[in-house]
C-alpha cells in the first residue's frame, strides 16, 4: 500500500500517461510530413529553396517537439524510479525491524529437543 500512495501523491502513472500520448502525437505529426518534397522542375530554384525551407521548418518543430516529450517523459520516468528505490528501501527497513521482533532459538536447544524424540513403537 505504500507504494500505491507514493505513486498516486507523485501523480506518477497519469503524468507518464500524458507523456507517452504526447510523444505518439508528435511522431505521428512527424511522419504526416513524409519524406522532403522533390523539385519541380518547372519552378525556379528560389521556389523550390522556399518548399525545401518550409519542410526544414516543419519537420525541425515537430522534431523539437519530440525531444521535449521523450526529455519530459525520462524525467517523470526518473521520478518514479526513486519513488520505487525509496520503497524498496522502507520495505527493506520494515522487514529487519519485523525479523527481529521474530522469537530465534539456538542451535543447541534445537539440537536437544530432537534427539528427545522417542521413536513410536509399532505394534506387531
Not at 521520478?79 to 530465534?104: A, M, N, R, W
Amino acid at each position: 500500500m505504500i507504494g500505491v500512495f507514493v505513486l498516486t501523491e507523485i501523480g506518477a502513472g497519469e503524468n507518464i500517461y500524458d507523456l507517452r500520448k504526447k510523444i505518439q502525437e508528435a511522431q505521428l505529426q512527424l511522419s504526416k510530413l513524409g519524406d522532403p518534397s522533390s523539385e519541380i522542375p518547372e519552378l525556379i530554384t528560389s521556389a523550390n529553396l522556399l518548399r525545401s525551407n518550409e519542410f526544414l521548418t516543419k519537420s525541425n518543430q515537430a522534431k523539437t517537439n519530440l525531444i521535449s516529450a521523450y526529455s519530459q517523459y525520462v524525467s517523470a520516468l526518473e521520478e518514479l524510479l526513486s519513488s520505487v528505490f525509496e520503497i524498496q528501501h522502507d520495505l527493506k527497513d520494515v522487514l529487519k525491524e519485523q525479523s527481529k521482533l521474530i522469537p530465534s532459538k539456538p542451535k543447541k536447544q534445537q539440537a536437544r529437543k530432537l534427539s528427545k524424540v522417542k521413536p513410536k513403537k509399532t505394534r506387531k
